[in-house]
């Protein structure tokens, strides 16, 4: 008989096992999935790609920043004389150019010929004074002497009319293609460094290339700064991103497009976004992500793009993410930061019913006494009695 009793319990408490093991498995199946991850926006560190003295900030730190606004500049005036500069240089090179290509002046052309005609004519000359002096040099009528410096007056009359024909020739010429192409090639170096002289003038002007929130101003004005020195510090108002992390059992439930529902602690109403890319390689959890499971089980990261961003994500923020169909069955008691309540307990209203229903008579007569401690009802004393 004591055997049939001990079987008996036996029984029943792994029958009490088995079952509440079927009901944790069956809560855990149908309960709604849930990703943890933080609030990744992106920052953008602005500066100067030239050096110099800054003028002026225009931001502080929490001012709104819109796309295109200047926020900072710097003292232009070295920067606006090095253009002028490179301006009146590319002038002068290219009216070289122009020189070249057009080639010598009429007037210059026709003083060449002028020269020529002299010396042709200095070189006749002298080459009738040499034909006498030969001729009287064979009489014996001239000395030697008179007969030489003849020769070499033709001599040099002659080389004299030939280097006007050259300089002629060389005025009808005009310039080498060698000399017009050195001159166009010094012209584009001028011209690379007007545009780079023009480059630096705009870099003095701190553009912001998005719309964010001044996070740190860096610099006053007055501060001489180097090329890409910091000077303001930008939290981007879009996109606003989740990074979060899925189990590998998880991850055939993430893929890009799907929609979700992203809850934080401080908004009870979730924010709507969609998944961008889910990464394919594995890593561990990182310790600022806040998950029930074990930080050393592998992961796989994937980003969501909030469509409905507002002030209250802030960077590094902690947020549950349910995809979602999920999201949109799960109770709002079972949103982060909200302890649901268990399975199984009784609504209040039940609870308060059962204890009027167990209590004793002298109790209820009792509770529904009046607040005044000086009557005591009979019913009470009679009770008590």
Not at 14 to 42: C, M, T
Not at 130 to 155: E, G, P
Not at 212 to 238: D, H, K, N, Y
Request: charged letters at 25%; glycine letters at 6%.
């Amino acid at each position: 008989m004591k055997r049939a009793i001990i079987l008996l319990l036996l029984l029943s408490v792994l029958a009490g096992v088995w079952y509440w093991w079927k009901h944790q498995e069956s809560e855990r199946l149908n309960s709604p999935v849930a990703f943890y991850g933080n609030v990744d926006i992106r920052e953008v560190r602005l500066g100067f790609r030239v050096a110099g003295r800054v003028r002026e900030v225009l931001k502080e730190e929490g001012d709104q920043i819109g796309a295109g606004e200047i926020v900072a500049r710097l003292d232009d005036e070295p920067y606006r004389n090095a253009v002028a500069q490179a301006e009146a240089q590319v002038e002068s090179l290219a009216a070289r150019v122009v020189e070249l290509k057009n080639g010598n002046r009429p007037e210059e052309i026709e003083q060449a010929r002028k020269n020529l005609a002299a010396a042709q004519a200095e070189q006749e000359h002298a080459q009738i004074i040499f034909n006498r002096q030969k001729r009287l040099i064979a009489t014996s009528v001239v000395a030697q002497q008179d007969f030489d410096n003849a020769r070499s007056a033709l001599q040099a009359s002659t080389a004299l009319r030939d280097a006007a024909q050259a300089a002629l020739n060389l005025l009808n010429a005009g310039a080498r293609n060698e000399q017009i192409a050195q001159a166009e090639a010094n012209l584009a170096a001028a011209r690379a460094t007007l545009a780079q002289a023009s480059t630096n003038l705009a870099d003095t002007v701190l553009v912001a290339p998005e719309a964010g929130v001044a996070l740190t101003r860096v610099v006053e004005p007055g501060s001489i700064v180097q090329a890409g020195s910091v000077i303001l510090s930008e939290s981007l108002t879009s996109p606003v991103r989740v990074r979060a992390y899925a189990p590998e059992p998880q991850l055939g439930l993430v893929h890009p497009g799907r929609e979700v529902l992203v809850f934080t602690d401080s908004r009870p109403e979730p924010y709507h976004g969609q998944i961008g890319d889910v990464s394919p390689r594995a890593e561990f959890t990182p310790k600022s992500v806040e998950t029930p499971e074990l930080r050393t089980a592998l992961v796989y990261r994937f980003r969501v793009t909030i469509r409905d961003a507002d002030q209250g994500l802030r960077q590094g923020m902690p947020v549950t993410i349910r995809l979602g169909t999920e999201a949109q069955a799960a109770p709002p008691g079972e949103q982060r930061g909200h302890v649901p309540p268990q399975r199984g307990s009784k609504p209040a209203a039940t609870e308060a019913s059962e204890l009027r229903d167990n209590e004793s008579p002298s109790c209820r007569v009792a509770r529904s006494a009046p607040k005044n401690p000086g009557s005591v009802p009979a019913a009470l004393g009679t009770a008590e009695g």
